[in-house]
T-cell receptor
Framework: RKEVEQDPGPFNVPEGATVAFNCTYS??????FFWYRQDCRKEPKLLMS???SGNEDGRFTAQLNRASQYISLLIRDSKLSDSATYLC????????????FGSGTRLSIRP | DTAVSQTPKYLVTQMGNDKSIKCEQN?????MYWYKQDSKKFLKIMFS???????INETVPNRFSPKSPDKAHLNLHINSLELGDSAVYFC????????????????FGEGSWLTVV
């Protein structure tokens, strides 16, 4: 089982829709979580951190469920510019900490 | 004034050649990384350097040799290139201390598209 798994998509939704996707992680020593965004043929960039109590940044809401070991990203009122691949990132703290990237979920917003 | 810059952006080369990719960051970060993103889009860490010192060396063939002349530069040299080396190589940096990731933002360069023919 991969340490971090994401549904690769693509999710194809109309503009204005709400879309959500999850990322599961297998290591219970995982302590920090993030969502990065990667546009086509570009580098990944931090979208938002994921806090234990859940957090919101404009139209984006991130949630963490430690019991079920997943994080989620919800995008409300989606825009064409939201089309990108969303990468889940998990930091595992053990003897030496490790950053693990998911393979990403592709999102395509249609007019 | 790009924060993390890497060159070249595109590189097409024949099998067996030796090539280098250069990376520089002007963010004052102590930690720099090389990541590889393959055709399936998995982004995997290859190396991490903290203040010119190698911290992380994942299972990477020893044909790949990173060199950090100072903490603002981390170059990647690849010997005897193979077809399977074709990928996008991202340089990155962060404030983390290499083995003590506290979740500081990782800043990536624009990537170097390597194609081995």
């Amino acid at each position: 089982r991969k340490e971090v798994e994401q549904d690769p998509g693509p999710f194809n939704v109309p503009e204005g829709a709400t879309v959500a996707f999850n990322c599961t992680y297998s290591n219970s020593a995982s302590q920090s979580f993030f969502w990065y965004r990667q546009d086509c043929r570009k580098e990944p960039k931090l979208l938002m951190s994921v806090y234990s109590s859940g957090n919101e940044d404009g139209r984006f809401t991130a949630q963490l469920n430690r019991a079920s070991q997943y994080i989620s990203l919800l995008i409300r009122d989606s825009k064409l510019s939201d089309s990108a691949t969303y990468l889940c990132v998990v930091i595992v703290y053990s003897s030496a900490s490790k950053i693990i990237f998911g393979s990403g979920t592709r999102l395509s917003i249609r007019p | 004034d790009t924060a993390v810059s890497q060159t070249p952006k595109y590189l097409v080369t024949q099998m067996g050649n030796d090539k280098s990719i250069k990376c520089e960051q002007n963010l004052g970060h102590d930690t720099m990384y090389w990541y590889k993103q393959d055709s399936k889009k998995f982004l995997k860490i290859m190396f991490s350097y903290n203040n010119k010192e190698l911290i992380i060396n994942e299972t990477v063939p020893n044909r790949f040799s990173p060199k950090s002349p100072d903490k603002a530069h981390l170059n990647l040299h690849i010997n005897s290139l193979e077809l399977g080396d074709s990928a996008v190589y991202f340089c990155a940096s962060s404030q983390d201390r290499g083995t003590d990731f506290t979740g500081n933002t990782i800043y990536f360069g624009e990537g170097s598209w390597l194609t081995v023919v």
